[in-house]
């Protein structure tokens, strides 16, 4: 039986303030946007569920206690729907709501990087290997990606990293990982650089917003300094804790739609769409034309 503990644990950083995406979210929470007819969060916490993963931690922030109140049951609309005999609403929404006391909230109380919203959640993750995934990029794959990432995690025991190519003069946006042996689905990460300047990337494999790490990051970020933005950076930590612990990526090759930007939004809309046995027949002509209409 492999020694390599189980990953139960997720952490979703939702407190950033969606300065993107503005004039929308400056009063909805960024996580709370629709793709199709769910919220981007919640095909980030499908995505963990899918994985194994058995608790939810959220780091909010001012704002965002929307999130919150959407992983809880909304006990006048569910009685409502009763009396109405609508079954198929509420057997959705019971489908979509946590085992009870498999959340868990805590607030960023300022917005100092990745890396320090993820050292907010050490209490909450323990002594254990934990899952992070950002909200912003959702994904579609056959399998996904942070069930790979789990996979290669218990064959390996290495703190896992999920990467994706990108154009080379898009590096400079991302957190860059150097490329060594094959390993699984993936490959041992030799280095890693946050943001690296144009031309110096160490490859055009960026890290996609989706880890699993080792509790030892906790005390590293602890002492953190700020990088590159001057916010304090998980990818810095990620290369001091790689100095006494492998690190490994998982070479994710399904779509990633970075829900955070205009562009990744409208895309994932559409794909997610279009993938839709309901929807597919209403939308695909009619999107068609549109686009004929810009050519
Ligand atoms: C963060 C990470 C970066 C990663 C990116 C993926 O950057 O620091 O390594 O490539 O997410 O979206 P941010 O998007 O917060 O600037």
């Known amino acids: 039986m492999s020694s390599v503990r189980k990953v139960r644990k997720a952490v979703f950083p939702v407190a950033g303030l969606g300065t993107r995406f503005l004039p929308a979210t400056k009063a909805v929470p960024k996580e709370m946007l629709t793709v199709v007819d769910k919220p981007v969060i919640q095909y980030v916490v499908d995505e963990a569920l899918d994985a194994g993963i058995e608790h939810l931690i959220f780091v909010t922030g001012r704002s965002k206690a929307v999130i919150e109140d959407y992983f809880d049951i909304q006990v006048e609309l569910e009685q409502t729907l009763r009396q109405r005999n609508k079954t198929a609403e509420l057997s959705l929404l019971e489908s979509i709501l946590p085992v009870a006391g498999s959340t868990s909230f805590t607030r960023q109380q300022e917005p100092l990087g990745l890396g320090h919203a993820v050292w907010c959640a050490r209490e909450l993750v323990g002594d254990e290997p934990f899952a992070l995934l950002l909200p912003d990029m959702i994904m579609k794959s056959d399998k996904g990606c942070m069930k790979g990432m789990v996979e290669l995690h218990s064959e390996s025991g290495a703190n896992i990293i999920a990467v994706e190519e990108c154009a080379p003069d898009q590096a400079h946006k991302y957190g860059i990982v150097g490329v060594g042996e094959a390993i699984g689905e993936g490959f041992r990460i030799t280095r890693m650089v946050e943001k690296p300047a144009p031309g110096t990337a160490p490859s055009n494999f960026f890290i996609n917003g989706r880890y699993i790490l080792q509790p030892e990051i906790f005390p590293i970020?602890?002492?953190?300094?700020?990088?590159?933005?001057?916010?304090?950076?998980?990818?810095?930590?990620?290369?001091?804790?790689?100095?006494?612990?492998?690190?490994?990526?998982?070479?994710?090759?399904?779509?990633?739609?970075?829900?955070?930007?205009?562009?990744?939004?409208?895309?994932?809309?559409?794909?997610?769409?279009l993938e839709r046995a309901d929807i597919r027949p209403v939308v695909e002509e009619p999107l068609r034309k549109i686009v004929s209409r810009f050519k």
Do not use: W
């Not at 002492?223 to 810095?236: P, V």
């Not at 006494?244 to 990633?256: L, V």
């Open 221 to 273: 970020l602890a002492t953190q300094e700020r990088g590159a933005g001057n916010e304090i950076q998980l990818t810095d930590a990620m290369v001091k804790l790689s100095g006494t612990q492998p690190f490994a990526a998982y070479h994710f090759r399904g779509e990633t739609y970075d829900c955070g930007a205009k562009d990744g939004f409208i895309l994932a809309n559409v794909a997610f769409a």
